[in-house]
């Protein structure tokens, strides 16, 4: 996994409550016709396994929105746009406007032995994101494979209000090919374009709400060292690019641990803005960097810098 995981866990397992002021990590959801705090408890938890769950960062509490129907793609922007209630309000023009954009956004490039092709992910794709990221997640914390399951009730949870977010906020997946072969899901990566998209509760050292931010990038274990990675944060830059975002700047979290993908990040001209304080390891996360890069205005995707001259990331 490339990008520190967006959303976090209670310092006491046993119980997750949700609160009025706080959610996972979005803005307040302001539609009068949901009543969306539910609460439920993990009681189940060995404490053997419960301290893995704290390698992230504190997890304040859930707000639950109706889910998407599968029934629905949303590679059809007509119905999406059509239908405002799907994001529990109305857009304005612009929204209206980026919106569109984000639904005919499209990333290809030739990868090692395959294709890749990166878009928005659809309403019907949500189960087997969910899955790839629980998958990921699991490995990065040392869970046993028998938490996914866990795990993907509370990434489920988490991807449903995001993607409530829209235009503000975006999931792209990314489908590699091979060589005659069928296509699969290769990736994922979310990216949040400003203020109203970005987290609540982001992780530390915290970035600025009101530039665009990359989290959640994983890519299928039996997929990587193929530059996965490396075209899904290229896919990020671009689409930044042309939702005409406010600020140039964009920063994601990187874990000091993870050496392969700082060495992506550092390569794609990302630097490192701040470092958690050694006193975070009390806590149970990690130590990570903040990392930002100014990105320059491109007219077209030709323009931007996909090459990834080395190939040997693990991403």
């Known amino acids: 996994m490339a990008a520190t995981i967006s959303f976090s866990f209670c310092s006491d397992p046993r119980h997750v409550h949700p609160q009025p002021h706080s959610h996972l990590h979005s803005q307040p959801f302001k539609?009068?016709?949901?009543?969306?705090?539910?609460?439920?408890?993990?009681?189940s938890l060995p404490p053997k396994v419960a301290h893995p769950l704290l390698l992230l960062h504190k997890f304040d509490s859930f707000k639950f929105y109706p889910a998407y129907s599968s029934s629905h793609?949303?590679?059809?922007?007509?119905?999406?746009l059509n239908d405002p209630l799907r994001i529990g309000r109305f857009l304005t023009n612009d929204e209206t406007e980026k919106l569109q954009i984000i639904h005919n956004f499209r990333y290809s490039h030739e990868v090692v032995s395959g294709s890749l092709l990166v878009r928005v992910m659809g309403a019907e794709e949500m189960d087997v994101t969910v899955g790839l990221l629980s998958e990921s997640?699991?490995?990065?914390?040392?869970?046993?494979?028998?938490?996914?399951?866990?795990?993907?009730?509370?990434?489920?949870?988490?991807?449903?209000?995001?993607?409530?977010?829209?235009?503000?906020?975006?999931?792209l997946v990314g489908y590699y090919r091979e060589e005659g072969g069928e296509e699969e899901l290769a990736g994922t990566v979310e990216?949040?374009?400003?203020k109203r998209g970005a987290n609540a509760s982001p992780p530390t050292p915290t970035p600025p709400k009101d530039c665009p931010y990359i989290c959640n990038m994983t890519v299928k274990k039996q997929l990587r060292r193929r530059g996965i990675g490396w075209h899904l944060l290229k896919a990020c830059e671009e689409l930044i690019s042309q939702t005409s975002c406010p600020s140039r700047e964009v920063y994601l979290h990187c874990r000091m641990i993870d050496t392969a993908p700082f060495k992506m990040y550092t390569k794609a001209g990302?630097?490192?803005?701040?470092?958690?304080?050694?006193?975070?390891?009390?806590?149970?996360?990690?130590?990570?960097?903040?990392?930002?890069?100014?990105?320059?205005?491109?007219?077209?995707?030709?323009?931007?810098?996909?090459?990834?001259?080395?190939?040997?990331?693990?991403?």
């Open 73 to 80: 793609s949303s590679s059809s922007s007509e119905s999406y």
């Open 137 to 171: 997640f699991a490995e990065s914390m040392s869970l046993p494979s028998g938490y996914v399951r866990f795990l993907a009730f509370l990434v489920n949870q988490y991807m449903t209000e995001r993607r409530a977010l829209m235009p503000h906020t975006a999931t």
């Open 191 to 194: 990216v949040s374009f400003n």
């Open 31 to 43: 539609n009068p016709l949901f009543n969306p705090l539910h609460s439920f408890s993990i009681t």
């Open 270 to 315: 990302y630097s490192i803005v701040k470092t958690d304080s050694i006193f975070i390891l009390l806590t149970f996360q990690r130590r990570k960097h903040l990392m930002c890069k100014m990105l320059s205005v491109f007219n077209n995707h030709s323009e931007v810098d996909i090459t990834n001259p080395d190939g040997e990331f693990s991403l």
